[in-house]
C-alpha cells in the first residue's frame, strides 16, 4: 500500500536535492536560473566576485520546510546579495602612492554602496 506521507516527503527530499544542485549551478552560470546577473561596474582579476572565494556558494543550506524547501544562509551578506539594497564596506587605514609619487594616508571609513 501506498503512504501518502512517506511519497510526499520522498518528492521533497528529491526536490532539496535537485534545487541544491542548480543553486550551485547558478554560481558557475552567472545567473539566478536563466536571469543573468547584472555584470559589475569593474572587471575582478580573479573572476566572478561571488566565486572567488566560494564562501557564499558553500553557505547555502537547503532544508525541507512544511510543503516545501527553504533555503537560507548563516553569511551575513546573502540577504544583501540576495534582495538588493545598501550596504557598508569599512576602509581600513592604509598609505596610498599618487602618481607623482608622494605618498599620504587614507583614514579608516565607511565607504556606502548600493545593491541592485
Not at 510543503?67 to 537560507?72: N, Q, Y
Request: hydrophobic fraction near 35%; aromatic fraction near 10%.
Amino acid at each position: 500500500m501506498l503512504d501518502a506521507n512517506k511519497l510526499k516527503a520522498d518528492i521533497l527530499s528529491d526536490m532539496r536535492v535537485e534545487l541544491s544542485d542548480e543553486f550551485d549551478r547558478n554560481f558557475e552560470r552567472k545567473a539566478f536560473f536563466s536571469d543573468k546577473w547584472k555584470p559589475r561596474a569593474h572587471d575582478y582579476p580573479k573572476g566572478s566576485l561571488l566565486v572567488v572565494t566560494s564562501a557564499m556558494r558553500r553557505s547555502a543550506q537547503g532544508e525541507v520546510s512544511g510543503d516545501g524547501v527553504r533555503f537560507s544562509s548563516a553569511l551575513p551578506y546573502t540577504t544583501l546579495h540576495n534582495e538588493g539594497g545598501t550596504g557598508f564596506k569599512q576602509v581600513r587605514a592604509h598609505t596610498r602612492k599618487s602618481k607623482k609619487g608622494k605618498i599620504y594616508t587614507v583614514r579608516a571609513h565607511q565607504r556606502k554602496f548600493n545593491m541592485p
